[in-house]
């Protein structure tokens, strides 16, 4: 008898297949320069014929990457891209027809897994201008509640939780017996870790990519911490060799190569304060004080700067509707200043 899951057949997903090469890529939150390429020549130096045959051994790299967490490999999962532990939380954590609690706007899986596994995704929405409360999420918790997703920082609004903020939801999260997943995809472009939560106690999770700093989008690798007994939740749920051997070559690479990591904060911080600065000269309000994307209220029709952007200046940039006070508005992910200083120049020449 042929089967239908019912969920995937009402699920409504967008697939991007757009052929990207050869524009300025500042839509979907990449490090647009890459790492260096000479970096990139020596990491493949070593690579041999069996290195590529064989399957990927994630031993070694889980010592490492436990090492420079300053923890052991028993409470981290390897996952290709963070998106993939998130998925397996959710599924892990939470029933059919169990209360997820998440803000929005923020990454659209949260609720693309919520529905695919029939979970009740309950938001809490930002207010018009563009902050979210502490209170407003812990209002949002009941009994029923399995499992409170957040993002530090936020994507797209770019906002954070300070200490105290994150004591006051994670009180309540601990009395309801709420399963807690912090997404720190952006954790480097604002250095505010809650990790120590996952290191410590159990039900909180921290999520982690390779892909936005590291700028390893391509290779797809991130990692799960969490208590060593639900990290094993975690990992029953994983495919064999889940992780690609080339991927986590680069992210040794990356960790073990002095001033590696500070070259691309540093990069990246001048790259922001340059853009920030222009658009203050300019007159044009911004938001996004933390993560490595900024929202910009434009001058004219945000949809017709995009659209401008792609055809005359080979720039990729989005748009946002109804974005709070901003309305409609460009979300522009933030590089080094090259990059930057090439995107202000085609906004000020375009935005009239």
Known sequence: MYFLNKQLQNLVRVFDQNDRRGYLRLDLNENPGGLPEDFINKVLE??????????????????VLASYLTTTPDYLCLVNGSAEGIRYIIEAFTSPKGKIVGVVPSYFMFQVYSEMYERNF?????????????????????????LLILLNPNNPMGNVYSDDEFEAIISVCRQKK????????????????????????????ITRTFSKLFSMAGCRLGYVVGAPEDIKMVQKLCTPHNTNAFAMKFAQSIIETPGMID?????FQNGRQYLIDALDTHGYRHKGEAGNFIFIEPKSDADTIVKRMKSEKKILI??????????????VSIGERKYMERFMTALLELDT
């Open 178 to 205: 709420i399963t807690v997943l912090v997404d720190e995809a952006y954790y480097y472009f604002w250095p505010k870790t809650f990790i120590k939560y996952a290191l410590s106690e159990r039900h909180i999770f």
């Open 46 to 63: 070593d690579v041999t014929p069996e290195f590529v045959a064989q399957y990927p051994e994630t031993k070694h790299f889980s010592e």
């Open 263 to 267: 070259m691309l904060v540093s990069n």
């Open 122 to 146: 309950t938001p809490v929405p930002y207010h018009e201008d563009l902050t979210i409360r502490s209170d407003d999420i812990i209002n949002a918790l009941t009994e029923d509640t399995q």
């Open 318 to 331: 989005k748009t946002y509707s109804n974005v709070g006070e901003f309305g409609n508005c460009l979300r």
